[in-house]
């Protein structure tokens, strides 16, 4: 669990979050790791690894001008079928 002064909320993190080292180079989408934050330009960029993060205080300039895919992939978070029995709003079917 991040500690209190590693919460920084959403829409305040440039490209949502993101790991922006990762937009780039690797073009996929990974979520960045709360500890691992830098202001650069008024704007808050997180990492997933401190090695992106020496990636991008190398070449700032260049990391931050990332921006998100149009599309982006379905969130990594897994949804379980039990806990989505127990909503009101929802209707499962089971075959």
């Known amino acids: 669990m991040p500690h ?5 909320v959403v829409h305040e993190k440039a490209i949502g979050g993101h790991c922006t ?12 790791d709360p500890a691992l934050l830098v ?11 401190e090695f992106k993060l020496q990636r ?7 990391y931050s001008r990332a921006t998100l895919p149009v599309k982006m992939p379905p969130p990594e978070d897994k949804v379980s079928l039990y806990n989505l029995q127990k909503m009101e709003d929802s209707i499962s079917f089971m075959e």
Do not use: T
């Not at 209190?4 to 920084?8: G, P, Y």
């Not at 937009?23 to 990974?30: A, G, L, W």
């Not at 202001?39 to 690894?49: Q, V």
């Open 4 to 8: 209190k002064a590693c919460e920084v």
């Open 21 to 32: 080292v990762s937009v780039m180079d690797e073009e996929r989408v990974s979520k960045g």
């Open 39 to 49: 202001i650069y330009r008024d704007d808050k960029f997180i990492f997933d690894s």
């Open 56 to 62: 991008f205080l190398a070449n700032p300039f260049k």
